[in-house]
């Protein structure tokens, strides 16, 4: 089947720095996204892994191991404004397309 | 910068009745989908469609219908609305679906909150 796990939850204080962790079961890879959603909006693009590694930008980097089925979002220097669910999504090939599977999401809290 | 737009935002129906949630996109994606966001869960898949005149069905499909007749046009249809479909709407759409630069990126409109009564 196709799975995707991410905490629930997540709290963190400004200024600090916070690890968001996703893993994920898919028959087939082709690449992960991590995506932040303020609360009664749409979901943003931050970031895309496809191969093994960590892609840096700016306050943000995302880190993927596919043999382990694994990905990571670091937030650094973390400003009330990132208060949002961050979401992971895998794209995963079949039907005809490459499909993109969401996570739950990760809803973080952000405290001075 | 119009991207993804959809309309309404907001919408009360009541059950049994019947409606359309408007979608167009101006970056001249190919690929266009309509998910659906119920809460603590994740996006799921209601349709998707890989150009003018080609729909095909996601993972939550049943009571919803779709149509393609342009490339920036998507409009969902809900028949006979029932609670179950009481949920957060967002049509998206992206240039491919292969790895590419920024593995085609998914970019989505800004939602629609339908609620049923």
């Known amino acids: 089947g196709q799975n995707i796990d991410q905490p629930t939850e997540m709290t963190a204080t400004e200024g600090a720095i916070v690890q968001i962790n996703c893993t994920y079961q898919?028959?087939?890879?082709?690449?992960l996204f991590w995506y932040q959603q303020h609360a009664g909006e749409a979901p943003t693009f931050l970031s895309y892994?496809?191969?093994?590694g960590l892609e840096e930008k700016g306050r943000f980097s995302s880190f993927l191991s596919r043999s382990k089925g694994y990905s990571y979002l670091l937030l650094k220097e973390l400003q009330m404004k990132d208060s949002a669910s961050y979401l992971c999504?895998?794209?995963?090939?079949?039907?005809?397309?490459?499909?993109?599977?969401f996570g739950a999401g990760t809803r973080l809290a952000v405290h001075p | 910068n119009a991207g993804v737009t959809q309309t309404p935002k907001f919408r009360i129906l009541k059950i049994g009745q019947s409606m359309t949630l408007q979608c167009a996109q101006d970056?001249?994606?190919?690929?266009m989908y309509w998910y659906r966001q119920d809460p603590g869960m994740g996006l799921k898949l209601i349709y998707y469609s890989v150009g003018a005149g080609i729909t095909d069905k996601g993972e939550v499909p049943n009571g919803y219908n779709v149509s393609r007749s342009t490339t920036e046009d998507f409009p969902l249809r809900l028949e006979l609305a029932a609670p179950s479909q009481t949920s957060v709407y967002f049509c998206?759409?992206?240039f491919g679906t292969g790895k590419g630069y920024s593995g085609n990126t998914i970019y989505f409109g800004e939602g629609s909150w339908l609620t049923v009564v």
């Open positions: 892994n496809v191969l093994d």
């Open positions: 999504a895998v794209r995963s090939p079949g039907g005809g397309y490459n499909k993109l599977i």
């Open positions: 998206a759409s992206s």
């Open positions: 970056m001249n994606h190919n690929y």
């Open positions: 898919t028959s087939g890879f082709n690449g």
